[in-house]
Nanobody, 124 residues
Framework: VQLQAFGGGLVQAGGSLRLSCAAS?????MGWFRQGPVNEREFVGA????????YYRPSVKGRFTISRDNAKNIVYLQMDDLRSEDTAVYYC?????????????????????WGQGTKVTVSS
């Protein structure tokens, strides 16, 4: 499985960006994580392979939206009302379709494959 994340860039606070992650080799549960300049990697959001469930960290809920197009094998992270604290490298990750993923979608070890990351910088 190869994952490629793109769409990062520089944006002013309050602005929007949409990240995309293209996955080869089928439909997986997908997650987005980020690592800021001084923070450890943290969970941002996730979507089940069938898109029947989405999950978000509290600080982005209501501002970020995850969606997917399984026909194209692409997952999106729409980020609105961006804040300086959203500045980070964003990574997409794919998990095999195990039923227990729903219990620990927020931890990195739940994912089997990782993309290379795309940088998002929010200027205040």
């Amino acid at each position: 499985v190869q994952l490629q994340a793109f769409g990062g860039g520089l944006v002013q606070a309050g602005g929007s960006l949409r990240l995309s992650c293209a996955a080869s080799g089928g439909a997986y549960h997908m997650g987005w994580f980020r690592q800021g300049p001084v923070n450890e990697r943290e969970f941002v959001g996730a979507i089940s392979w069938s898109a029947d469930r989405t999950y978000y960290r509290p600080s982005v809920k209501g501002r970020f939206t995850i969606s997917r197009d399984n026909a194209k094998n692409i997952v999106y992270l729409q980020m609105d009302d961006l804040r300086s604290e959203d500045t980070a490298v964003y990574y997409c990750a794919a998990a095999l379709r195990r039923s227990d993923w729903r219990g620990y979608y927020y931890v990195g070890s739940a994912y089997d494959y990782w993309g290379q990351g795309t940088k998002v910088t929010v200027s205040s």
